[in-house]
């Protein structure tokens, strides 16, 4: 990838918790991983010298411990934007932006000063609205930065209108262009993963490794 930021976003996304005998463990959801690694290609990679993670904890808002909407679950049938589910989440579980930065700089080597998680936002446009309020500290950004935003194809379609929308000027930064860029075997991994429909969508596979065999971006098959 030729382009440079002063700054990537990576928007959150679902991370699982696993209950042992001993307390548990935290994984990252297919998807998240493939971000998360795509992160980490951009700053050992020098696309970008710093990192903000996005993303609140969602355990008993949007999903439980082994799912999202998860029908087998009491409480856990649809989104829970309560009060209490935010507090009780807050408490008994790790953000996803908390998450995400532990795997960062324990499997990926990203030191803990290049990345700032923001734990709060529970959605897409909250994502977009503390974004805003974190670009206007001062010293820390000068408010002239060049921003992007991190994800995978199917979600920038949705979110990266949110951002604009906001007023935030963004470009799009597309996990599987940077995975591509890094190895070429990354290729058919990425088109295993859009064999089966993604947000609602069947993608064009072969479109797909055709823009990543050739080292072109996804941004052609936004609208």
Same mark, same amino acid.
């Given at each position: 990838m030729n382009q440079r930021f002063d700054l990537v976003c990576q928007l959150g996304s679902q991370v699982k918790?696993?209950?042992?005998?001993?307390?548990?463990?935290?994984? *990252?959801? $297919?998807?998240? +991983? %493939? !971000?998360? !690694? /795509?992160?980490?290609?951009?700053?050992?990679?020098?696309?970008?010298p710093r990192l903000i993670i996005l993303g609140g904890s969602n355990f008993g808002v949007r999903y439980d411990d082994q799912g999202i909407f998860n029908a087998q679950h009491p409480t856990q049938s649809s989104a829970n934007f309560s009060f209490e589910a935010f507090a009780n989440s807050d408490f008994t579980r790790k953000s996803e932006a908390a998450v995400i930065?532990?795997? #960062?700089?324990?499997? =990926?080597?990203?030191?803990? $000063?290049?990345?700032? /998680? $923001?734990? *709060?936002?529970?959605?897409?446009e909250e994502n977009a609205e503390f974004l805003k309020i974190i670009l206007k500290r !001062?010293? %820390?950004?000068?408010g002239s930065e060049k921003v992007g935003i991190l994800t995978l194809l199917y979600h920038m379609k949705r979110a990266l209108p949110v951002?604009? $929308?906001?007023? *935030?000027?963004? +470009?799009?930064?597309?996990? +599987?262009?940077i995975l591509a860029g890094e190895c070429h075997e990354q290729v058919d991994a990425i088109c295993e993963y859009? @064999?089966?429909?993604?947000?609602?969508?069947? =993608?064009?596979?072969?479109r797909i490794r055709d823009l990543l065999?050739?080292?072109? @971006? #996804?941004?052609?098959? #936004?609208?």
């Open positions: 918790f696993v209950p042992t005998d001993t307390g548990g463990y935290y994984e *990252l959801a $297919e998807h998240t +991983e %493939m !971000r998360t !690694r /795509a992160a980490a290609g951009i700053i050992n990679n020098g696309i970008a930065k532990d795997a #960062l700089v324990k499997h =990926y080597g990203v030191g803990s $000063e290049k990345v700032f /998680a $923001e734990t *709060l936002s529970a959605t897409t !001062r010293p %820390m950004f000068t951002f604009h $929308e906001a007023g *935030l000027n963004v +470009e799009p930064v597309f996990a +599987e262009d859009y @064999s089966a429909p993604k947000g609602g969508k069947q =993608y064009d596979v072969d065999s050739k080292g072109r @971006s #996804l941004i052609e098959l #936004l609208p």
